[in-house]
C-alpha cells in the first residue's frame, strides 16, 4: 500500500550482469526510508532484487557470445536492434515504461545505466539521477593509453546515448577520478549490507565467479585449477557438484559472501562490484577481464597497486596461478591501505542530490498526466515485458 507522506521515486537498473544490482542494494536500504521506491530491472537484476524490493520486469540490452564465449558484433546488433530502434523511435517498451511511470507518479528517477528508464523520464520532464560505474570513465579524467582513450570516446558515444543528459550524475568505483565537471560527484565503492554480516577469514580455497555468459571461456581456466593442489569453489556456471578439487556451487547472496570472506584469494572477471568486495575483505585478485574498456582498466589499476594481477585465459596454466599462489601474502599486505565503503558518502549525494532537484524553485514541469487520466498507466504496472 503506498505511502500518504513519502514522495516517490523510480529506480531503473541495468539487468546485465549482476554488479548493477549488487551496487543498488548498498544504497536502497537508505532511500527505502525516506522515499516510496519502484525498481524497473530486467534479467539479472530482476532476479536479484525481486524478492526484497516491488520490482517490474523490464528488457536488457545485453552482448551475445561466439561459441568460443567471445563478444559477437554480429550477434549483439542483431539481438539488440529492435530494443535500439524502440528507444529511437518509440515502441512497445518505451510506451511501457512511460505508463509504469505514469502510474507510479515519482517526484524524479534515479538509473543506473538503464536506458529506457532515462527515455522515458526525459520526454515525461522527471528528473534524473544518473548513478553508475562507467561514468566515471565517460565523467572525469583516469589515466590511460592513447590506444584506449580512443577506444573510450567510441564507447562514450554509445553511453551518453543510453544516459541521455541526465541533470546529475553520481559515479561509484574502487579507485578515484578528477570530474571533468561540477554536476559529477565521485562516491568509493558500493557493499551491500551483508557484505558486513561475514568477517574476513583466511581459508584455504580459492573462490572463482565468472558470469555464465563466459563459460566457455571460463573451461580454458578450469583445466588449469583442476591440477591446483587446494579447493576451489566455482560460481557462474549452471552445474552444481564436485568434480575433483573444483566445487561448483550456485549463486546466492549470503553463501557466495561468505565463501568470499574465507577464501584465499580470488580468480575473476574484472567486474568493479566483485573487485571492491575482494578488496574490502582482503582478498587478492586474480583478473581475467571481459573483452570490454572498463574491465582492462579495472584489471590494470589491480595490477598497478599491487593487489593483484591480470592475463587472458589463454594464457592461464597451473604455473602461473601457483605463482599467483605464492605472491598472495605480499598482494594482501597492500590491500587494507585500498579499502574504503563509499555507501555514506553515496546514500548522502543520492538523498541531496535528489531533494536538491525535486524541490529546486525552477524545475521545469513535468508532462505527467492528470490523476484522473493515468488509470491504464497504472493498470500496466502490473505488467512484465517481455
Known sequence: MRSPTKPRIAYGINGYGRGHATRARGVL???SERYEILILAGDEAYEALRDDYR?????????VSRPDGRRSVRRTLVRNTPGMLDLLWGGPTTDFVRGVLEGFRPSAIV????????RAG?????????????????????????????????ESIMYRWMVPSPDREIVAAFFDGEPRHDDVTVVGPILRPEVHEFPATSGDHLLVYFQPRTVKVLETVLDALRRLPLPVHVYGPSRTGRDGNLHFRPIGNRRFLADLASSRA????AGNQLISESIHYGKPLFLLPEEALEQRLNAQIVSRWGIGEWSTPDRVDPEALMRFLIRTNLYASRI????????????RALLETI?????????PPTRLLPRSSVNAGSRRESFHAS
Open 336 to 347: 587494507p591501505e585500498r579499502r574504503r565503503n563509499g555507501v555514506p558518502e553515496a546514500v
Open 55 to 63: 520490482c517490474i520486469r523490464i528488457p536488457v540490452l545485453r552482448y
Open 29 to 31: 536500504p537508505a532511500l
Open 111 to 118: 538509473s543506473d545505466s538503464e536506458p529506457w528508464t532515462h
Open 122 to 154: 526525459r520526454e515525461l520532464g522527471l528528473p534524473r539521477v544518473s548513478f553508475d560505474h562507467y561514468g566515471i570513465l565517460v565523467h572525469c579524467r583516469i589515466p590511460m593509453p592513447r590506444r584506449d582513450r580512443l577506444l573510450l570516446r567510441l
Open 355 to 363: 531533494e536538491d532537484l525535486r524541490t529546486r524553485p525552477d524545475r
Open 266 to 269: 580470488v580468480v575473476s572477471s
